[in-house]
């Protein structure tokens, strides 16, 4: 036999491509830095501290953790991702300890209990900030104006999702809960009280889809990294573009959530089927980031295109139902965390059928 006809086998896997989960981990963290850098310049520059303390934390519990597993120090980029989503999943004003609470359950709890990057069955960042949400729910409402709106007559806000959820708004000089919980010490709270109420009075009066221009630039209160819906969409583009996601889970995941939105959410309001504002909820929250970026993670999604199809809308509908009749004025992270949990079934029954290993009628 000749040198020609010899083959080299290897152990799998034998396709592997030029990524390495270093490069992909990496860009998906510069695809995120423009809503980043915005969250940053519209809330000042504590919004930078609780972005640096968050990955500074998750980087270091990642440390330790590799540490006491005897494995060599992690530098794969995972911990700074952890870390960079956890802190653009916090309000401008949060007290520090609430993003190292989220890191240390992220890390330490929901990666590294379950044997690290690869074998945790949901998000990491999602999980640590639904821990600090329910454990810590005061300072997780602790919202701030963006300076682009400081001098405005109204107010295009994502915390108008928590007053449309309660419709208790009460501006006698004080803020009400239904604004969530805003840190007015650092402005006159009669004056920023007098903005909100104007705001929400237009709100209320043009039906919200006034303000969807301010909700797609991100020239509303909310957590620092989610706000701007066009700078997120431009880094999933980019993220498309490099084949690191690909469009199944996040057109699905926002189209089934838009087509519910549209045909109940008017029911809400008295004005019947087909009459929802799609757009201002699909531009609100963390829809956004949710669908782009925490959604794809590769290994809570599903593995074959059908899958991603049925996970990206199970999602949407949650989120529908979580937002609009639920008791939370959001819904993103919980429905992915849902979601999450039922991969490993999706994954099951969405296999591709392997050729010539379907039994034929009939046959012993």
């Known amino acids: 036999m000749s040198e020609q006809n010899l083959f080299l086998v290897e152990s799998s896997p034998q396709i592997r491509h030029r990524d390495s989960t270093s490069s992909i981990m990496w860009q998906v963290s510069i695809a995120l830095m423009p809503a980043g850098i915005w969250g940053i310049w519209v809330f000042g520059i504590r919004s930078l501290l609780v972005i640096a303390v968050s990955i500074a934390s998750a980087v270091g519990f990642e440390y330790l953790a590799a540490r006491s597993m005897k494995r060599s120090t ?28 989220a890191s240390a359950f992220a890390i330490l709890v929901v990666k590294w209990a379950f044997g690290g990057l690869g074998a945790n069955w949901m998000n990491p960042a999602l999980a640590g900030r639904v821990f600090v949400f329910f454990s810590w729910t005061s300072g997780m409402n602790a919202w701030k104006l963006p300076r682009t709106i400081q001098a405005a007559d109204g107010v295009s806000s994502a915390t108008v999702l928590g007053s449309l959820k309660t419709l208790l708004m009460d501006f006698s000089g004080e803020a009400s809960s239904a604004v969530g919980m805003l840190r007015y010490h650092e402005y006159p709270a009669s004056a920023i009280g007098q903005q909100i109420s104007s705001w929400f009075d237009r709100v209320m009066q043009m039906r919200i889809s006034a303000y969807t221009v301010d909700l797609a630039v991100g020239n509303v209160p909310g957590s620092i990294g989610e706000v701007s819906a066009v700078l997120l969409i431009i880094g999933g583009i980019y993220l498309l573009a490099k084949n690191i996601i690909t469009w199944e889970i996040p057109v699905t995941y926002i189209l089934s959530f838009a087509l519910l939105i549209w045909a109940f959410d008017g029911l809400r309001f008295g004005q019947g089927l087909f009459s929802g504002d799609a757009a201002f909820h699909v531009l609100s929250g963390g829809l956004m980031l949710g669908a782009l970026f925490m959604a794809t993670d590769m290994v809570t999604s599903p593995v074959t295109r059908k899958g991603m199809i049925v996970y990206g809308i199970g999602a949407g509908m949650l989120t529908f139902l979580i937002r609009v009749y639920g008791s939370l004025p959001e819904g993103v992270s919980m429905a992915i965390i849902i979601m999450n949990i039922f991969v490993p079934m999706i994954n099951r029954y969405m296999q591709p059928k392997v050729y010539g290993t379907a039994a ?5």
């Open 360 to 364: 034929r009628r009939g046959s012993a």
């Open 74 to 101: 992690v530098s794969d980029g995972s911990a700074f991702l952890t870390g960079l989503l956890i802190g653009y999943n916090m309000p401008p004003l949060v007290p520090l300890f609430i993003p190292v609470a």
